[in-house]
């Protein structure tokens, strides 16, 4: 990897956490600056502005998650350990979160809803995307006979993932994974007793 | 009312909406300004200083949920009416959310969870306020014997809010009743199938 590539990798790893962690307008290029021991000249020469920065941070921030969750389903057998797997991934949230700030989906939809349409629409992009991995598993866990035949898939990853996001605002609002394990709890319940066959 | 006091009281229900939509580093004083038509000095004759004024914005903004609520439960015999019609209040959210911008309990605590802690502190009274609602509604259900005697009633109410704040966001994200009204389904069947006897 050359120099230039691994400074812009270096910038987008550490914008990705202040983004998180401050959104797109509390994060001042003066934060990014200092957290990657650049002058403003050396960002941008590999990104025109905050707002490509911004996007690419995201998308930095968003495959972070992607390579989790592809983690937590690498050798589940059943699509309900794979689904439980993949919805726990906040359970150390106070210690060892994914990514440090929460989950950027969450942060950059409600930073974004009324503020800036292209990096709504980014995360909408990325909610869709998970939308389509929660329904495969639930494919998955019907066409094995796990899953209720008629189960709604649509609903339920709605449902689920309604769940997981609030879940991790309140585990960070109060910087407490107790919250999380409660919620994990009730979610191993619903998916018992409202998916299971 | 004194004219000083409505004019304090449109400086809340103005400057709610607009820390609402935008978060607090987002909200400049000249926003506010715009939105109430004051001149500086005659929102700082009423408010210290912004932090202030988001204070106060926000415990008005939860004054706002807090009267919906009451009017949802009002009239409603049984604890399931009560907790469908309670976590169904942002049904229209396209069209007439009950405070502009989504919620403000989950805007504030995303905004504020790693930039602004006594804002944050607020945001977490709030949810405490929210949360004992909710396990009122949930111990109401288990004396009048709908809802199951062994209900681990702190579960089901961090995760109903976890579903509920967290499918707020998902409407908001699309502009789309649509997510809610699906959200609202499986509710329904987790409360049927996981919370009542």
Redesign the interface.
């Known amino acids: 990897m050359s120099k230039g590539t691994e400074t812009r990798k270096m910038i987008l790893r550490k914008s990705a956490v202040i983004f998180n962690?401050?959104?797109?307008?509390?994060s001042s290029m003066s934060d990014i600056m200092k957290a990657t021991g650049l002058e403003k000249g050396g960002i941008y020469r590999h990104f025109k502005n905050k707002d490509e920065l911004a996007l690419e941070a995201f998308e930095y921030a968003i495959g972070v998650l992607r390579d989790r969750y592809r983690v937590a389903i690498a050798g589940k057998n059943s699509a309900e350990d794979k689904l439980i797997s993949v919805l726990s991934v906040y359970s150390n949230i106070d210690k060892e979160p994914p990514l440090e700030?929460?989950c950027p989906l969450?942060?950059t939809?409600?930073?974004t809803?009324?503020?800036h349409p292209l990096l709504?629409k980014r995360?909408?992009e990325a909610?869709n995307e998970w939308l389509r991995f929660l329904k495969f598993i639930l494919n998955e866990g019907i066409v094995s006979g796990e899953f209720r035949p008629n189960l709604?898939v649509?609903?339920?990853a709605?449902?689920l993932?309604?769940?997981?996001?609030?879940?991790i605002?309140?585990g960070?609002?109060?910087?407490n994974s107790g919250?999380v394990q409660?919620?994990i709890?009730?979610?191993k319940?619903?998916i018992e007793?409202?998916i299971k066959k």
């Open positions: 962690q401050q959104g797109f307008t509390g700030g929460g969450l942060n939809a409600i930073d809803d009324d503020t709504q995360a909408q909610m709604n649509e609903e339920a709605i449902f993932t309604s769940a997981f996001e609030g879940n605002m309140m960070k609002l109060f910087n919250y409660k919620y709890n009730q979610l319940q619903y007793l409202c």
